[in-house]
């Protein structure tokens, strides 16, 4: 890994997005959320999403103004619609997926019902398949939770596995 003090340092919070025009360090803990990175690393601009929920239709009808970055969908826009903005190529942006996790909750019926990181997982791929931009890496599904550090000039993105601890009687 190389020196990252340099960098300025974000914590990306669940439903927070980060567009990066300057080189910064961002971090964040993923459970059954999903981060999508998106980077054009020739101009050094980048892109993260900590999204929670995978669509933000209902909330678009009950007349709320949800939070963007919440949702997959209004997540990816933003960021995708932000790089156009700069005048990113969609040919040159580089896409990694991480999160997703299933099984946090410790009940099979639970996680079977509601599976809302492997629905987080399906809308970031329908997303992407929808607008053209294949994914270069992920590191999705399973059961435990994810620590990300990403550079967002590079693109580079590390990941921990997190283990659960228990605590007996």
Request: hydrophobic fraction near 35%; glycine fraction near 12%; aromatic fraction near 8%.
């Amino acid at each position: 890994m190389q020196d990252l003090d340099q960098y300025p340092k974000v914590f990306l919070q669940t439903g927070d997005c980060f567009l990066g025009v300057r080189p910064t360090f961002v971090s964040t803990v993923l459970g059954s959320c999903v981060a999508v990175t998106m980077c054009e690393p020739s101009r050094g601009i980048g892109a993260i999403c900590h999204a929670f929920l995978p669509d933000s239709a209902t909330f678009r009808h009950s007349g709320r103004d949800p939070q963007v970055c919440r949702f997959v969908d209004t997540a990816l826009e933003n960021m995708f619609s932000s790089l156009m903005k700069l005048k990113v190529h969609p040919d040159n942006i580089v896409v990694k997926m991480f999160g997703g996790a299933t099984g946090l909750m410790g009940g099979t019926e639970r996680t079977n019902l509601y599976d809302i990181g492997g629905r987080n997982i399906q809308a970031v791929r329908l997303w992407l398949m929808n607008h053209g931009l294949p994914v270069s890496k992920s590191h999705v599904g399973g059961n435990q939770g994810r620590k990300l550090h990403f550079l967002s000039h590079t693109g580079d993105v590390w990941v921990k596995q997190l283990t659960r601890s228990c605590k007996e009687g």
